[in-house]
């Protein structure tokens, strides 16, 4: 089992705003910052979000993260059928070190 | 622009050492900035993040507790690279190895991949 939980799927269609959620616990999120990553199948996962909110350079401003507590959200907005990939969740946990979530699947319908 | 390129073998035998190297172009292993990751894929653990080696004002390590008494990660200045060996392996650890710098707290730059298969 994963550090952190995401929900396994999501879906929504074009155009749509969908979030994906993020959470832990004290260890992690709750004090260190979150980073989201896209993934396509047979790819290097690539930098989506850092620092909670921050997107790298090149990222459409569609992808947006926020931070609550011990919990993490990412949300497209504008939904493309290119964003179908799998989304991941990471934190540095006091413990463990750098940890991620399971992902979560995102079907455009 | 910043690539990873990652070499070793996809085959390893049980009990016996995994090792990977990432060569690095386009920044410093030195680099004060960046830190130089190994993480893995497989269907049963998901991503797995083993370990990390970066330069401030001396070499410091962080491994994962899950690999920490097997694994090795290691800057080599010279070749401007980093190296990464986990020992005593077994079909547990069959997965796809990735190298990725990070910097700003995120894992911006990944190597391609490489699958390593542990078997007899």
């Known amino acids: 089992q994963s550090v952190l939980t995401q929900p396994p799927s999501a879906s929504g269609t074009p155009g749509q705003r969908v979030t994906i959620s993020c959470s832990g616990s004290?260890?992690?999120?709750?004090?260190?910052?979150v980073n989201w990553y896209q993934q396509f199948p047979g790819t290097a996962p690539k930098l989506l979000i850092y620092g909670n909110d921050q997107r790298p350079s090149g990222v459409p401003d569609r992808f947006s993260g926020s931070k609550s507590g011990t919990s993490a959200s990412l949300a497209i907005s504008g939904l493309q059928s290119e964003d179908e990939a799998d989304y991941y969740c990471a934190a540095w946990d006091d413990s463990l070190k750098e940890v991620f979530g399971g992902g979560t699947k995102l079907t455009v319908l | 622009q910043v690539q990873l390129q990652q070499s070793g073998p996809g085959l390893v035998k049980p009990s016996q050492t995994l090792s990977l190297t990432c060569a690095i172009s386009g920044d410093s292993v030195s680099s004060k900035s960046a830190a130089w990751n190994w993480i893995r894929q497989s269907p049963s653990r998901g991503l797995e993040w083993l370990g990390r080696t970066y330069y401030r004002s001396k070499w410091s390590n962080d491994y994962a507790v899950s690999v920490k008494s097997r694994i090795i990660v290691t800057p080599d200045t010279s070749k401007n690279q980093f190296s990464m060996q986990l020992s005593s392996v077994t079909p547990e650890d069959t997965a796809v190895y990735y190298c990725?710098?990070?910097?700003?707290?995120?894992?911006?730059?990944w190597g391609q991949g490489t699958l390593v298969t542990v078997s007899s």
């Open positions: 004290n260890s992690n999120i709750g004090r260190n910052t």
């Open positions: 990725a710098r990070q910097q700003l707290g995120g894992c911006d730059y």
